[in-house]
């Protein structure tokens, strides 16, 4: 049984369709990673499970329990904000009791305070003000939120986010330790494709407010399903080619031909590589072989294997 599902679930307002029709399930021990550009609508998502926002139409289940008008409360369900949700006139173990507060016995409350300052590692800042904490520390005050709730379900909106470079890397390890430290799952947002592979065991793509692919990341590099796939994972820019088929070769607006998927005579495609891919051909003179696409622009030219096809 899944410990997450959603079932063609749709948010609009007015006009605006925000989310259409997601549909996908989220089962005991996967770490999933939402992944897209701003604005796309992976942090709706997020709320609409935490139960913060209301979907338009479908249904959500939590272990299996219709949730989709189920108070937020009441949901075994702990959101990280992208914005740390810490309270700036309390003590970091005060925030972080908060999230119990009502829940559990104060005993309790201590001993999960103090359980999950130490699995962040800020035992020792817990009678200290947010504004006396790095931006570092501050995620992990927001997280050690999540863990002292011991929620099923535990929601990352761009849990790295203004976070230096140095230190990603060491949250990042946290992350998935914590999380293979505790039952249930992790659904984290994120608009860095890199991230996403990094962490996940599953990654879903989310593109103009649809669920674009569902898959591991091995597999979502090898077929990515769409060119916005792809260019949400890539390191680099995605270039594009335009091409359409002619006798026993795919042929592109300069007249360089390609060997390629088979399809019939006339039928268009699109060809894509990554700028990170090409091998730069100043100095000589560069041309297509049967092993190598030509970018004239860029004088430069990338291996035929590394060529992504993506058919109607």
Not at 41 to 61: D, E, H
Request: charge should be neutral; charged fraction near 25%; hydrophobic fraction near 40%.
């Amino acid at each position: 049984m899944p410990v997450v599902q959603l079932n063609a679930v749709s948010l609009h307002y007015d006009r605006d369709k925000v989310l259409d029709e997601i549909s996908f399930s989220v089962s005991e021990g996967e770490y999933v990673v939402i992944l897209g550009a701003s604005g796309c609508g992976k942090t709706s998502l997020l709320r609409m499970i935490a139960g913060l926002v209301s979907p338009s139409s479908g249904t959500i289940f939590l272990a299996g329990r219709d949730a989709t008008r189920i108070a937020p409360r009441h949901r075994d369900v702990a959101l990280v904000p992208q914005h740390d949700g810490l309270y700036p006139h309390l003590s970091i173990g005060r925030s972080i009791g908060m999230a119990i507060r009502d829940r559990v016995t104060r005993s309790e409350q201590r001993l999960r305070i103090l359980d999950a300052a130490q699995k962040v590692g800020l035992e020792a800042y817990l009678d200290r003000l947010p504004e006396q904490l790095s931006g570092g520390q501050l995620r992990r005050a927001a997280v050690a939120k999540a863990i002292a709730r011991r929620a099923a379900v535990r929601l990352l909106d761009e849990p790295l986010s203004a976070i230096d470079a140095n230190l990603r890397f060491q949250i990042e390890k946290d992350l998935v330790s914590l999380h293979h430290q505790s039952s249930g799952v992790t659904l984290h947002v994120t608009h860095d494709g890199a991230e996403a592979m990094r962490l996940a065991t599953r990654v879903a793509v989310v593109e103009n407010g649809k669920i674009a692919q569902v898959d591991t990341p091995d597999r979502l590099r090898a077929n990515p399903a769409t060119p916005g796939v792809a260019a949400a994972l890539g390191r680099s820019e995605l270039i594009t080619v335009p091409v359409r088929r002619v006798d026993d070769a795919w042929i592109g607006g300069d007249g360089q031909r390609v060997s390629g998927p088979e399809a019939p005579v006339g039928a268009s495609a699109t060809l894509a590589y990554f700028e990170e891919h090409l091998v730069d051909q100043s100095g000589d003179a560069a041309s297509a072989s049967s092993t190598r696409w030509l970018d004239r622009q860029r004088n430069a030219t990338v291996d035929h294997d590394r060529l992504l096809w993506f058919l109607p």
